[in-house]
């Protein structure tokens, strides 16, 4: 579907939305999640009471959380009194401690120290950080796969013609994790230097074997870097079980942040080697001397990737959104999500309707792509969003032509029969 087809769709949904949002922002700060309660995924009561803590709108089903999540108000709020509160005084707002309270968060999240963590606009920064800071040389090797977001393919493809690297690329196979590990092991040589892979894959949700990779990975002394974008905040994540040496994630997807916020993560050990490109104030750490030797000194953690001034409310917003999650819990968070997708998974099984994301629940996510025989993506996705006010997400990645549908905390099990009823109706018409 094209885009201007969803900004205009959207809008109208949007400017009829207007009272509603206005009428679900003046309750919502009193509303407060229950501490106890959402282990369970299919109570009801509980998940609808953590749906009223989102102004999004009801008038269409909102099923794209992998390209942008919906914010929380708690979130929404943090962010605009921070923004008052800078306004009034006229000051950027950075202090260590604040930087390190949100990143303390985030650590919890993504299972890191503070001072591992560097903050982004959004994943691409942070795999383009990676990607142009490892010291590689022409006809080192980096392997990756066909279902990768362009975000973390173009950032090779550019070092590749740029500096002669060799960007190799496997197509994720879906019947086993282990034939994915196989797939890696047979592009091997001597000169393979990095992995560069999705924890979750944009184009079909699959869940990659991270912790199998990274053994392969530490086997062969190679560079592992995981694209986190479609996995932090959608599951728990644990970056140091994998023996990652980087991890970089979006604020505004799963992790329901503000937009134009992102997390790295990089290790201790290879923030020795990932050579910061961009760098400024808060990438340096003590003094430096310009006249006589040029000596400098980078910070002794990953805000060496951070440089000049950044929008402190955005980061503040994103600390909110990511205390909701952990006060939900994310694996209350993860087995929510993950029984929404297994049940769109089935009703689409059921139906008839090529799922092409993997069967295996260990393998499967809360994101599901599928396709329809005789019909384009584009049609189904444009019949789906008139229809049904189904948003939903194509995906061309891959060659694949398939819908992708993504399932957060604030969907629940009527949306899923949404999307089956439209894909019956499509598939009879
Ligand atoms: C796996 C993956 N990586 C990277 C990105 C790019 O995200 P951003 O635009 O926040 O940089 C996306 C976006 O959908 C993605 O799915």
Not at 77 to 94: R, T
């Amino acid at each position: 579907m094209e885009r201007r087809d969803f900004i205009r769709d959207a809008l109208a949904v949007a400017s009829g939305a207007a009272t509603l949002a206005a009428a679900s922002r003046a309750t919502a700060k009193e509303l407060k999640i229950p501490e106890a309660g959402g282990s369970d995924p299919r109570d009801s009561r509980f998940w609808r009471h953590v749906r009223e803590q989102f102004p999004l709108t009801d008038r269409r089903t909102y099923l794209n959380t992998g390209g942008l999540g919906a914010s929380p108000q708690v979130s929404i709020d943090a962010l605009q009194e921070k923004m008052n509160a800078l306004e009034e005084i006229s000051e950027v707002g950075h202090t260590h401690d604040l930087w390190q309270e949100i990143k303390s968060s985030a650590g919890r999240l993504l299972g890191c120290e503070a001072d591992e963590l560097a903050y982004t606009r959004n994943t691409t920064e942070g795999s383009n950080i990676v990607c142009n800071g490892l010291p590689l040389k022409p006809g080192d090797e980096v392997i990756t796969t066909t279902h990768e977001h362009v975000g973390n393919t173009i950032d090779w493809l550019a070092r590749q013609r740029r500096d002669g690297i060799v960007v190799k690329a496997f197509t994720p196979s879906m019947a086993s994790a282990q034939e994915n590990v196989d797939r890696i092991e047979a592009l091997l040589t001597p000169r393979t230097r990095v992995l560069s892979l999705s924890h979750v894959t944009c184009a079909t949700g699959q869940i990659l074997p991270m912790q199998a990779i990274g053994e392969l990975a530490a086997a062969h002394d190679l560079w592992y870097f995981v694209d986190g974008a479609q996995s932090a905040g959608m599951m728990p994540v644990d970056v140091k079980s994998w023996g990652c040496h980087a991890y970089a994630t979006s604020g505004h997807k799963w992790l329901l942040g503000p937009k134009g916020t992102g997390l790295l993560y990089v290790s201790r050990e290879a923030q020795e080697v990932i050579e910061p490109k961009f760098v400024g104030a808060y990438s340096a750490g003590g003094e430096w001397d310009m006249i006589t030797t040029g000596e400098f000194a980078f910070v002794d953690t990953a805000q060496r990737y951070e440089y000049g001034t950044v929008n402190v409310p955005l980061f503040v917003g994103l600390g909110a959104s990511m205390d909701f999650l952990l006060r939900i819990g994310m694996d209350n968070v993860w087995r929510r999500n993950h029984a929404m997708g297994a049940a769109l998974k089935e009703g689409l099984n059921e139906l008839g309707a090529r799922v092409l994301s993997p069967q295996h629940a260990e393998e499967h996510s809360s994101i599901i792509t599928f396709k329809i025989d005789n019909m384009p993506y584009q049609k189904l996705q444009r019949f789906l969003s008139r229809e049904h006010k189904l948003r939903t997400r194509g995906i061309y990645e891959g060659g694949l032509n398939g819908l992708r549908i993504s399932l957060h905390l604030y969907n629940d099990f009527d949306d899923v029969d949404r999307v089956l009823a439209g894909v019956r109706e499509a598939m009879q018409a």
